[in-house]
């Protein structure tokens, strides 16, 4: 037994999935904010099919995961035995990839250049299947990190949608590590409403309380419901 699965046998998923979920309800109370339904994102990344596994038995059917050739080598099996499971592309997105991407998730909310754009709109076309779709934005404007720069994500939403057809439906963001995230996802909120966009992907283990009060309806979280991830 390596020492991840050591740790990761202690890790109750399913226990954890219900405390974020009451720590949510807290959070919007506390905020004056109404309650409402956030989905969860439960970040399956790097972790083996037997981790994710009680998720799935205590009801969970919502995942993410970064790879996608990793993601096709864990999720038919499970697919295979869980109905109705619905699997976000969390990760950067390579255009020799889209069709892989299109033909296996759910969602893809990586949608970060006009390449990408045009790729997976092609592979839509061809595979006459429809992902719901989202926008990365770059939200601190860092170089290390991948997405469209806030001041350009308006045009960017307009080209996807009037050049290539795609019907973008929402927002995600990763903020910088170093910052308090709430001026980031207020202003990643601002942008959706500003395009009409409904789904807002905003906020991690770190930070999800934050991400729901400031108006999150998908909160990506890893560590917080799996444990540690395997190295
Ligand atoms: C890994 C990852 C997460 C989850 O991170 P945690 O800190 O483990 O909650 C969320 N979003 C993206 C894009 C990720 O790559």
């Not at 009801?59 to 995961?65: D, K, L, Q, S, Y």
Request: proline share 7%.
């Amino acid at each position: 037994m390596s020492s991840n699965e050591a740790i990761n046998g202690s890790v109750n998923p399913a226990e954890n999935l219900a405390k974020i979920k009451e720590k949510i309800s807290e959070a919007l109370k506390e905020a004056g904010k109404p309650d409402r339904s956030v989905e969860i994102v439960a970040v399956s990344k790097k972790h083996s099919v037997q981790t994710i596994e009680p998720a799935l038995r205590a009801g969970h059917r919502i995942f993410g995961e970064n790879r996608v050739q990793e993601a096709m080598a864990k999720w038919p099996e499970l697919r295979a035995r869980f109905s109705d499971i619905t699997l976000h592309l969390i990760g950067p997105l390579q255009s020799n990839k889209a069709s892989d991407a299109v033909a296996f998730f759910d969602v893809i909310e990586t949608i970060d250049r006009r390449k990408i754009a045009k790729a997976i709109a092609n592979e839509i076309d061809r595979q006459g299947k429809q992902p719901r779709l989202l926008v990365q934005v770059n939200i601190g404007e860092e170089p290390q990190k991948s997405g469209i720069p806030p001041k350009e994500t308006d045009a960017f939403i307009k080209s996807c949608r009037d050049e290539f057809n795609l019907p973008i439906e929402g927002l995600m963001c990763i903020p910088p590590a170093s910052d308090p995230p709430a001026p980031y996802f207020a202003l990643l909120k601002k942008l959706c409403d500003d395009n009409g966009l409904n789904m807002v992907s905003m906020g991690m283990t770190q930070d999800y309380v934050i991400g729901a009060q400031l108006g999150a309806t998908h909160l990506r979280i890893g560590s917080g419901v799996f444990g540690p991830r395997p190295t």
